[in-house]
């Protein structure tokens, strides 16, 4: 049975994930026994590894809002740099927002996906603990969503389609960036990316959290990595404020309907992209795959609608969320429509009401 690629390391464990990490140890520790006895122990390590493989898929079959979160958080999960190494060809990064500075936290440049040219705009973490400092670890400042606005308005200019790549705990909340207009850069960019003359596809691939998601996320598709999350606020900040009880963030994560199945059950995302069997960090590469079959798809589909009607489909889209008519009736009918399939299995064992693609 071939190994997943990314396999967490003996830190890297969730806390519902202790059985995994016990057939995982047993398995390494035969092989190192194998190799200093020479004995062949290939028939109890393949009956471990369809044991881990059970396991993983009732654990990940059955998570708890809360344990979405730690999955979307999780270290060794795929960040922005990843698919832009695995899925972008020949990426030039565009810098600067023309008025303050070049925000790090958001990374814009164009490039090929599959055999579309596209701009990409994505949120950028970082990884090691200085890549992270000049990342702001994620949260943008204002010259960060002029600069992804500024470079859309350049992919308009040109006839480029857009991808988004979602992943921040918010926008930045320091004064400085409340001081040179923060609140005012994301509400023009969501007005600006409403009518963008070009086709939008948003894809949350880790945390998507508030308005510092939305500032790129407002477009003709959204769709989410099966373990990510959205939602209007983190569960710490939201038990913060309804209890004074960070503790309680397990309760709030559950309260806000944050996961990827709940938002497409409410008509808020058009797709679910699957994730390989224990999520993304244990398989960088198939996840990558997913995201990109999506995106190439997708833009197939988007690029033979009349731009009229594609601008207004998306208004309409936007002004009905929240409304009976993304629950049921004509637009709903229409939303699953929109869902690219794939043959591409699913990791895990999902629930019929769950798209694929």
């Given at each position: 049975?071939?190994r997943?690629?990314?396999?967490?390391t003996?830190?890297?464990y969730?806390?519902?994930?202790q059985?995994?990490?016990?057939?995982?140890?047993?398995v390494?520790?035969?092989?190192?026994?194998?190799?200093?006895?020479g004995?062949?122990?290939?028939v109890?390590?393949?009956?471990i590894?369809k044991?881990r493989i059970?396991?993983?898929?009732?654990?990940?079959?059955n998570?708890?809002?809360?344990?979405?979160?730690?999955v979307?958080?999780?270290?060794?999960?795929?960040?922005?740099?990843d698919?832009?190494n695995?899925?972008v060809?020949?990426?030039?990064?565009l810098?600067?927002?023309?008025?303050?500075?070049?925000?790090?936290?958001?990374?814009?440049?164009i490039?090929?996906?599959a055999r579309?040219?596209?701009?990409?705009?994505?949120?950028?973490k970082?990884?090691?603990?200085?890549?992270?400092?000049v990342?702001?670890?994620?949260c943008?400042?204002?010259e960060g969503y002029?600069?992804?606005?500024?470079?859309?308005?350049?992919?308009?200019?040109?006839?480029?389609?857009?991808?988004?790549?979602?992943?921040?705990?918010?926008?930045?909340?320091g004064v400085?960036?409340?001081?040179?207009?923060?609140?005012q850069a994301?509400?023009?960019?969501?007005?600006?990316?409403s009518?963008?003359r070009?086709?939008?596809?948003?894809i949350?691939?880790?945390e998507g959290?508030?308005?510092g998601?939305?500032?790129i996320?407002?477009?003709?598709?959204l769709?989410m990595?099966?373990?990510?999350?959205?939602s209007?606020?983190?569960?710490e900040?939201?038990?913060a404020?309804?209890?004074?009880?960070?503790?309680r963030?397990?309760d709030?994560?559950?309260?806000?309907?944050?996961?990827?199945r709940?938002?497409?059950?409410?008509?808020?995302?058009?797709?679910?992209?699957p994730e390989?069997?224990?999520?993304?960090?244990?398989n960088?590469?198939d996840?990558?795959?997913?995201?990109?079959?999506y995106?190439?798809?997708?833009l197939a589909q988007?690029?033979?609608?009349p731009i009229?009607?594609l601008?207004?489909?998306?208004?309409q889209?936007?002004?009905?969320?929240?409304s009976?008519?993304?629950?049921q009736?004509?637009?709903?009918?229409?939303r699953?429509?929109?869902?690219?399939?794939?043959?591409r299995p699913?990791?895990?064992?999902?629930?019929?009401?769950?798209a694929?693609?």
């Amino acid at each position: 049975m071939a190994r997943e690629n990314n396999r967490p390391t003996n830190g890297g464990y969730l806390d519902f994930e202790q059985k995994v990490a016990d057939f995982e140890r047993q398995v390494e520790e035969l092989r190192k026994l194998s190799a200093k006895k020479g004995i062949d122990y290939s028939v109890e390590i393949r009956r471990i590894e369809k044991d881990r493989i059970i396991e993983l898929k009732r654990v990940y079959s059955n998570l708890t809002a809360w344990q979405t979160v730690q999955v979307a958080r999780h270290p060794q999960r795929p960040l922005l740099r990843d698919y832009l190494n695995l899925m972008v060809k020949d990426f030039r990064e565009l810098h600067g927002d023309r008025l303050f500075g070049d925000d790090r936290a958001i990374i814009t440049g164009i490039g090929q996906i599959a055999r579309n040219k596209v701009l990409i705009v994505g949120q950028d973490k970082g990884k090691t603990t200085k890549e992270k400092i000049v990342c702001n670890f994620g949260c943008p400042n204002p010259e960060g969503y002029r600069k992804a606005l500024a470079k859309m308005r350049f992919a308009e200019k040109y006839g480029l389609p857009v991808v988004t790549l979602i992943d921040t705990p918010g926008a930045y909340p320091g004064v400085g960036a409340e001081e040179r207009g923060q609140a005012q850069a994301i509400a023009v960019n969501l007005s600006e990316m409403s009518r963008l003359r070009v086709p939008v596809i948003s894809i949350c691939i880790g945390e998507g959290g508030s308005g510092g998601a939305l500032g790129i996320a407002v477009g003709d598709r959204l769709a989410m990595l099966e373990f990510s999350y959205y939602s209007v606020i983190s569960p710490e900040g939201c038990a913060a404020i309804l209890w004074r009880d960070g503790s309680r963030a397990p309760d709030a994560a559950e309260a806000l309907k944050l996961t990827s199945r709940d938002l497409y059950r409410l008509g808020l995302v058009d797709a679910i992209i699957p994730e390989p069997v224990g999520g993304a960090h244990r398989n960088v590469h198939d996840t990558v795959y997913n995201v990109e079959t999506y995106v190439a798809k997708t833009l197939a589909q988007l690029q033979h609608v009349p731009i009229d009607e594609l601008v207004e489909s998306r208004y309409q889209k936007w002004r009905s969320l929240g409304s009976k008519a993304t629950l049921q009736g004509p637009l709903a009918v229409e939303r699953a429509s929109r869902i690219a399939t794939t043959s591409r299995p699913a990791a895990a064992k999902r629930d019929t009401s769950t798209a694929r693609v």
